[in-house]
């Protein structure tokens, strides 16, 4: 096969053009440091890239995520360390109101303390995170949850809801507690059964606090009523036991003697009544979960209130002492149960930063990977694009210059 000079010279320049061209292409990445700038460079590299940066730019929305939702987490830690220590004083507020030697005066000063502090557990109820948004607010957020009327009455205004935030592919992380599950209810696993008077009671009988032993958990939901009746100088007592499907029975008569244990049933319950009951005074057993809302329920803001008011009455009788110190003895129990919740939300709350700690430590892992394979894709590795450079350069050079030799070249300068 013949090639004629037109067409030798033509490969020629074809195949300097050919290293012209990858002679700037190679001087465009050293010049950019990227390598893959356009899909065409690398169509199976574009593809990764594409993947590798959308795993990147995820992976971002879940560091803000976390983030923000550590910080919001940390306010509500924050907040629920104030909020015992508020409860933690009023605690100490109602021990002290129980001390005898104490006049109406005194009590009315305590009172007032305890006002003090009730609007101070609203100041914190209705806290904001960083981001403006109420901490304890449910889904409504942006609307203060809890309000204080006049006449000391708190109105929880929010939701049941519960906010989250994505952390992971496969991880959602609650980041705050509704105020209903704060403020307003009770851990049944850990709330002691809260015992109280009826309020119509005119003897000075004054129940203490329930102790359980071996208790059968089929009967910690039942409900206890005691009820006292007195016949011929002979003071009685019944148990009225109401299970949770409303059956209710009903002891034997049993001699009262103050101060001795009163059995609750077949629930491993007992409780200790001193003073001296009239006929028709009655007393109540319940969990913590079933107490009436007369009694303050689970409402830890009700519950102050009745200790206020009860606190402002004056106790001035035997049967008005009875019924102040049967009020201080009920709210005693609740505010340990409201205690006792919020240091269970708080766990929770210290659980779920140390899980959003541990995600920020693996998402970290990962973002660096993306990032490093990514870059890895399409970044210039300089040490071999410059040498591979020097050698298109050089091979550009020897051809262009041996060109030059062969274009010279003609029979006639050897027939001459």
């Known amino acids: 096969m013949r090639i004629s000079t037109s067409q030798f010279l033509g490969m020629n320049v074809q195949s300097m053009d050919n290293q012209q061209t990858e002679l700037s292409q190679l001087y465009g990445e050293i010049s950019s440091g990227v390598s893959l700038s356009t899909p065409s460079d690398n169509p199976l590299g574009a ?9 990147g730019a995820t992976l971002s929305q879940y560091a803000t995520n976390q983030s923000s939702a550590l910080t919001t987490l940390g306010s509500e830690d924050s907040t629920l360390s104030s909020v015992t220590q508020t409860l933690q004083s009023v605690n100490t507020q109602l021990l002290q109101a129980g001390d005898a030697t104490l006049n109406d005066t005194n009590r009315s000063a305590i009172a007032v303390t305890l006002q003090q502090l009730n609007t101070q557990l609203v100041t914190l109820a209705n806290t904001t995170s960083p981001a403006g948004n109420y901490l304890f607010g449910g889904f409504q957020a942006s609307s203060q949850p809890f309000t204080l009327n006049a006449a000391g009455a708190v109105t929880y205004n929010g939701d049941n809801g519960v906010s989250s935030a994505q952390v992971s592919d496969s991880t959602s992380v609650a980041t705050g ?8 209810s009770v851990t049944p696993e850990t709330a002691s059964p809260v015992a109280y008077a009826a309020a119509g009671n005119t003897g000075t009988g004054i129940i203490g606090p329930v102790s359980t032993t071996n208790a059968i958990p089929a009967a910690n939901g039942d409900t206890y009523a005691i009820a006292f009746t007195v016949a011929a100088g002979v003071t ?31 629930s491993g319950q007992s409780v200790a009544i001193t003073g001296t009951p009239v006929g028709g005074d009655t007393f109540n057993v319940a969990p913590a979960t079933q107490v009436p809302a007369a009694q303050g329920g689970t ?40 205690l006792s919740n919020v240091t269970t939300v708080q766990a929770t709350v210290g659980g779920r930063e140390q899980q959003i700690k541990a995600m920020q430590t693996v998402n970290q892992t990962q973002t660096l990977q993306a990032t490093t394979s990514l870059d890895n894709l399409t970044s210039t590795n300089m040490a071999a694009t410059i040498s591979q450079y ?11 210059e041996a060109f030059v030799k062969i274009q010279q070249m003609s029979l006639f300068q050897y027939l001459n």
Do not use: C, K, R, W
């Open 236 to 266: 009685t007592y019944t148990v009225a036991d109401t299970n949770s499907a409303g059956v209710t029975t009903t002891s034997l008569p049993q001699p009262y003697t103050s101060g001795s244990a009163i059995t609750l049933g077949a």
């Open 390 to 400: 020097t050698q298109t350069q050089n091979s550009l050079q020897a051809s262009q």
């Open 177 to 184: 507690d509704s105020g209903a599950a704060v403020f307003m």
């Open 299 to 338: 409402n830890i803001f009700a519950t102050i209130q009745n200790m206020i008011t009860a606190l402002q009455t004056p106790a001035d009788t035997p049967a008005e002492t009875a019924a102040l110190n049967n009020a201080l003895n009920t709210g005693l129990t609740q505010v340990q149960n409201t």
């Open 47 to 55: 593809a990764q890239a594409v993947q590798l940066s959308m795993q």
